[in-house]
T-cell receptor
């Protein structure tokens, strides 16, 4: 099955600086890589995703890059703000049952703290 | 609201009790999932249902029993749980057959086993 590794587990940055979180995956058949943000006491919510036919995607201060050959993808947050403080999860999809039904395997999460 | 509703939000149960968690989605999705979130394993997949059929049981102990009567409802029946089962249980849904589909999570049920 798919194995997703995420680093670092914790990250502290000064407000205004950039933050980078990296993930690797094992299943070369995976073709969808979302990033979720979970604020304290709340549910995980999608912030950006990328598909395997694209190498980079950007949405305002957030960008994701994908290297299919190396099987790794990264989340980049620029001009960080205190409200960016949360736990971020990367994920990769897989069709584990082979029945055309995909599910997400998540990394262990990165706790990002933005210091004012 | 994301369209995925879980009840109850909090549950305290003894090790000999039987309780059920409920999840309902109003997004027209064809797949539903149970995840366990704890400090040790932040988002651990437990069960997958696709069109009401269970397609994945991720080596979950039999004291957890899922039920999916239709594509909009998902239950997790609990019996004779252990204190280490205390965690946040998250339900999610998606359009699983499309592959690149966002999973929408419910608010979760915070379970405490005493």
């Amino acid at each position: 099955g798919e194995n997703v590794e995420q680093h670092p587990s914790t990250l502290s940055v000064q407000e205004g600086d950039s933050a980078v979180i990296k993930c690797t995956y094992s299943d070369s058949a995976s073709n969808y890589f979302p990033w979720y943000k979970q604020e304290l006491g709340k549910r995980p919510q999608l912030i950006i995703d990328i598909r395997s036919n694209v190498g980079e995607k950007k949405d305002q201060r957030i960008a994701v890059t994908l290297n299919k050959t190396a099987k790794h993808f990264s989340l980049h947050i620029t001009e960080t703000q205190p409200e960016d403080s949360a736990v971020y999860f990367c994920a990769a999809n897989e069709d584990r049952s082979g029945a055309g039904s995909y599910q997400l395997t998540f990394g262990k999460g990165t706790k990002l703290s933005v210091i004012p | 609201e994301t369209g995925v509703t879980q009840t109850p939000r909090h549950l305290v149960m003894g090790m000999t009790n039987k309780k059920s968690l409920k999840c309902e989605q109003h997004l027209g999705h064809n797949a539903m999932y149970w995840y366990k979130q704890s400090a040790k394993k932040p988002l651990e997949l437990m069960f997958v249902y696709n069109f009401k059929e269970q397609t994945e049981n991720n080596s979950v102990p039999s004291r957890f029993s899922p039920e999916c009567p239709n594509s909009s409802h998902l239950f997790l029946h609990l019996h004779t749980l252990q204190p280490e089962d205390s965690a946040l249980y998250l339900c999610a849904s998606s359009q699983a057959l499309t592959g690149g589909a966002e999973a929408f999570f419910g608010q979760g049920t915070r379970l405490t086993v005493v």
